[in-house]
């Protein structure tokens, strides 16, 4: 046989201090709903009392006045909800206006007032769907010239659908101050094979050649690259590791 002696229940526990109050759940689209409809009970408290009085000193049948004001209390009720919803929803909308935010239907302001993280991927409404080049780097981020160059042949090389990426390399080697530069380097790289992206491979590669020397330039997901490689090649000498193709020129 044992006791148990409680020492504490609720929020004053080590886990129930965790869970969020009633108060923190309140999100704003309630409490907008909720300050609109304390608006409403005022007016019918007020407007029914009106309606009673004004109908019974015309009318003189106080039971009809009685009946009459208890219709319209009961009336406003459906009529006004719609209202007030719309009311919170539209001032909702129009405070999202100042942190830069459009919200095109005012019905998803409730669904999006309740939510505490939103995260969002691009869509290229706003950014015309476009990738830019800026900045081109080697294993540990510095600027690498030799990855740009693979990137270049192998975007400039490969037949199947282009992508963004694509697209940003071939329009970064059409700058003026570097486009001799890349048709002298498609000139001395000559393709002979490729292997298009299919979605069991995830991958695209072409094969060029070079004074007899074949290399291999794989482009796809880094998961899907780094496991078919054995080295990494760091300022021209190769360490044990699992980036790049060890070719037979290597």
Same mark, same amino acid.
């Given at each position: 046989?044992?006791?148990?002696?409680?020492?504490?229940?609720?929020?004053?526990?080590?886990?129930?201090?965790?869970?969020?109050?009633?108060?923190?759940?309140?999100?704003?689209?309630?409490?907008?709903?909720?300050?609109?409809?304390?608006?409403?009970?005022?007016?019918?408290?007020?407007?029914?009392?009106?309606?009673?009085?004004?109908?019974?000193?015309?009318?003189?049948?106080?039971?009809?006045?009685?009946?009459?004001?208890?219709?319209?209390?009961?009336? +406003?009720?459906?009529? !006004? %909800?719609?209202?007030?919803?719309?009311?919170? #929803?539209?001032?909702?909308?129009?405070?999202? *206006? $100042? @942190?830069?935010?459009?919200?095109?239907?005012?019905?998803?302001?409730?669904?999006?007032?309740?939510?505490?993280?939103?995260?969002?991927?691009?869509?290229?409404?706003?950014?015309?769907?476009?990738?830019?080049?800026?900045?081109?780097?080697?294993?540990?981020?510095?600027?690498?010239?030799?990855?740009?160059?693979?990137?270049?042949?192998?975007?400039?090389?490969?037949?199947?659908?282009?992508?963004? +990426?694509?697209?940003? !390399? %071939?329009?970064?080697?059409?700058?003026?101050? #570097?486009?001799?530069?890349?048709?002298?380097? *498609? $000139? @001395?790289?000559?393709?002979?094979?490729?292997?298009?992206?299919?979605?069991?491979?995830?991958?695209?590669?072409?094969?060029?050649?070079?004074?007899?020397?074949?290399?291999?330039?794989?482009?796809?997901?880094?998961?899907?690259?780094?496991?078919?490689?054995?080295?990494?090649?760091?300022?021209?000498?190769?360490?044990?590791?699992?980036?790049?193709?060890?070719?037979?020129?290597?």
């Amino acid at each position: 046989m044992a006791r148990g002696v409680v020492f504490a229940v609720g929020s004053n526990t080590v886990y129930g201090g965790f869970s969020p109050s009633d108060e923190e759940r309140k999100k704003g689209f309630d409490k907008g709903s909720n300050s609109i409809a304390y608006v409403f009970i005022k007016f019918t408290a007020v407007l029914v009392p009106v309606v009673f009085a004004v109908n019974g000193l015309t009318k003189g049948n106080w039971i009809t006045a009685l009946l009459f004001s208890l219709s319209v209390a009961v009336g +406003l009720t459906p009529e !006004m %909800l719609p209202m007030v919803i719309n009311a919170c #929803l539209a001032n909702g909308s129009y405070k999202m *206006k $100042s @942190k830069e935010t459009i919200v095109k239907n005012i019905n998803a302001m409730q669904r999006f007032g309740s939510m505490d993280i939103l995260c969002v991927d691009k869509t290229g409404t706003l950014t015309n769907d476009t990738v830019l080049l800026e900045y081109y780097m080697d294993i540990l981020g510095n600027e690498s010239k030799k990855t740009l160059d693979y990137a270049f042949l192998n975007s400039v090389y490969h037949t199947g659908l282009k992508n963004h +990426l694509d697209s940003a !390399m %071939l329009k970064f080697s059409e700058i003026p101050s #570097l486009s001799g530069r890349f048709k002298e380097l *498609k $000139s @001395k790289y000559k393709k002979t094979d490729e292997m298009p992206f299919d979605y069991n491979r995830k991958c695209s590669s072409v094969l060029v050649e070079m004074n007899g020397c074949n290399t291999i330039i794989l482009k796809g997901g880094i998961d899907d690259v780094i496991k078919r490689c054995k080295y990494i090649e760091y300022k021209g000498k190769k360490n044990g590791g699992k980036i790049r193709f060890k070719s037979r020129c290597a």
